[in-house]
């Protein structure tokens, strides 16, 4: 008689995702976009990072103009033992050297390419990584001004003050079986998202909520967090101001203690 055991996969990097949210714990993530980086500075980067106890580096971007992924990420993880997960902006950006990938699904747009034409395309060459994936319901939110993502994913976003939406969209990808929901408002955005919009999504959702775009100080980190948001992520800002890294991270981690 065959008695098949299905082997499960470890899942650490989700794992500590889920863990955040069952322990009411926040985390910080950097945004590394490879196009605006150059190697040799990732090392001052990885120890920035490691000094102010920054949880995930994000890797990826909407376009990938630079042939250094796979570079960029050797050199972090020789300097870090920060959690590399990617955040594709297209089947490209794959590296076998992340720890996870982000295997997002535009489920706030109508574009079938970024819900499920790009997964069809890019599916033998992630599996074949061994990357651990992690299937992400993304919603992309109005940031007040078009950002890349807007642009490049063909597809409006959910409106800034649309809460109901935004919830039944996470709610849809809840059940539909993702295992994180990512609000983006777009790298750069000019507004970020309402904390009434991510309390809503947070109070109604058991997902691990991860929430970015438009972030540039530590306050308002801190209040996404008290919205119920689990993971914020800061690219932009720190591109200009690498001090942010350790004034965000702790607030971030302040709302952790006070939860
Ligand atoms: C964008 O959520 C990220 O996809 C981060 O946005 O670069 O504006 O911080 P910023």
Aim: glycine share 8%; charged share 15%.
């Amino acid at each position: 008689m065959n008695i098949f055991v299905p082997f499960m996969m470890p899942r650490p990097v989700y794992q500590s995702l889920v863990n955040l949210r069952q322990n009411q714990q926040k985390a910080f993530a950097v945004l590394v976009d490879p196009d605006k980086v150059n190697v040799p500075d990732i090392q001052k980067l990885a120890g920035l990072c490691n000094d102010s106890a920054v949880d995930y580096l994000f890797m990826g971007g909407s376009l990938m103009i630079s042939q250094h992924l796979d570079k960029c990420i050797k050199h972090f993880k020789s300097n870090s033992d920060i959690p590399v997960i990617l955040f594709p902006g297209s089947p490209s950006q794959v590296s076998r050297y992340a720890d996870a990938l982000f295997y997002l699904s535009l489920i706030s747009g109508r574009n079938p390419e970024l819900l499920i034409g790009a997964h069809v395309v890019s599916a033998p060459m992630v599996k074949a990584s061994g990357l651990e994936v992690i299937s992400t319901g993304y919603l992309v939110i109005d940031g007040g001004a078009p950002t890349t993502v807007s642009y490049m994913s063909n597809s409006a976003p959910i409106p800034h003050d649309k809460n109901d939406i935004a919830l039944c969209t996470a709610m849809a990808g809840e059940m539909q079986g993702k295992h994180v929901l990512y609000l983006d408002a777009g790298s750069g955005a000019k507004n970020p998202i309402s904390e009434s919009m991510i309390q809503k999504v947070s109070e109604n959702t058991d997902l691990p909520l991860i929430v970015g775009g438009g972030i540039r100080e530590a306050e308002k980190a801190y209040l996404n967090c008290k919205a119920g948001a689990d993971v914020i992520v800061v690219g932009n800002a720190i591109e200009k101001d690498l001090s942010l890294i350790k004034e965000i991270s702790s607030a971030v981690h302040q709302c952790s203690i006070q939860v």
